[in-house]
């Protein structure tokens, strides 16, 4: 079965970096899209990256020059580098792919606070 489980997630400073992980199971991982997502309270999901099987990537205007995503498909995982971050990226950050549905990890806290 489908399985997607984040990590890495937690409190930081402005400014400060995290790295965070998904570790994925169960499907072809060298053949899917891999994308981030994060929700914080009373605000819509928003995609914050997103990397292809050939390894091109798109982010979100709000986190471009900050986060970098990057995959190892000999690991079967994703990662999203976070530096310089800044209180408004404090929210949950999810892991996801599409096959044939979509498929969501269970979320990892980034909470940046002074």
């Known amino acids: 079965q489908v399985q997607l489980v984040e990590s890495g997630g937690g409190l930081v400073q402005p400014g400060g970096s995290l790295r965070l992980s998904c570790a994925a199971s169960?499907?072809?991982?060298?053949?899917?899209?891999m994308t981030w997502y994060r929700q914080a309270p009373g605000k819509e999901r928003e995609l914050v990256a997103y990397?292809?099987?050939?390894?091109?990537?798109a982010y979100a205007d709000s986190v471009k020059g900050r986060f970098t995503i990057s995959r190892d498909n000999s690991k079967n995982t994703v990662y999203l580098q976070m530096n310089s971050l800044k209180p408004e990226d404090t929210a949950a950050y999810y892991c996801?792919?599409?096959?044939?549905?979509?498929?969501w990890g269970q979320g990892t806290q980034v909470t940046v606070s002074s």
């Open positions: 990397i292809n099987i050939v390894g091109a990537t």
């Open positions: 169960g499907f072809s991982f060298s053949n899917a899209v």
């Open positions: 996801s792919t599409f096959l044939l549905t979509t498929y």
